[in-house]
């Protein structure tokens, strides 16, 4: 492990691969743009990225000891790592590769040899995308029982009872098994010991939608009752 120290004028990416030649080379192309923190490591790889809370995840799946696959899952499901775009690197190649990380999780994948010009546009998009989000509205990571209700893409009713993970002044994250139409108009209700209508939201963003459970970004568009940030 290197890097040990942020700098916080920089984003900051995290780079999880048991090659040292490959670390090296992730380095010279990427440290011009990054505070690149690396380890060979796996099993230190969650510590890793709870103490310097990087901005990306670049994760290779083919280490000993240790299913990169695995790692890439903790990462996807721990609360305070979920949000961070984790990009996968494989020596192995093919499409039913690719689909499998897309459904533990990964915002991305490369093949080795990697193209760097490549990786350091899809990079960019991420922080840019991130950044955006940022702006528009501060949010807090925190869970609340929702209840959504609409149609999916295919006009069938549907509804589901889900957990955000993040929320704002008028906006929030959560999973959802039905599949959804950016732009589609739902009912939000907040699920206590007495359910309350809080308004209607509309679908602005999507991730993991090859995954049995997408998960979703939504803006509330008329408030009916008390929401969680006011």
Partial sequence: MQNN?????VPTILVVDDDQA???LVKLNLADLYDVVDT???E?????ALEHKPDIILLDLRMPRYSGLELCQTFSSFSSTQLIPIVAVSGKAGAQNKQFCRQLGAAAYFEKPVDFDALRMRLQNFLETRRRERRSEVRVQLNVALRLSGTDVEGEPFQCFTTTVN???SSFSCGCPAALA?????????????EQH???SKTIRSEWNKTPYPRYGFQLLLKTGGWVPE
Avoid: C, T, W
């Fill in 40 to 42: 060979g490591e796996p």
């Fill in 5 to 9: 120290h942020r700098n916080n004028a």
């Fill in 182 to 194: 950016i732009g589609a108009d739902l009912d939000v209700y907040l699920v206590s010991s007495q």
């Fill in 22 to 24: 490959m670390r090296r």
């Fill in 44 to 48: 230190a790889a969650l510590a890793l």
């Fill in 198 to 200: 809080v308004g209607k």
């Fill in 167 to 169: 929320v704002g002044r």
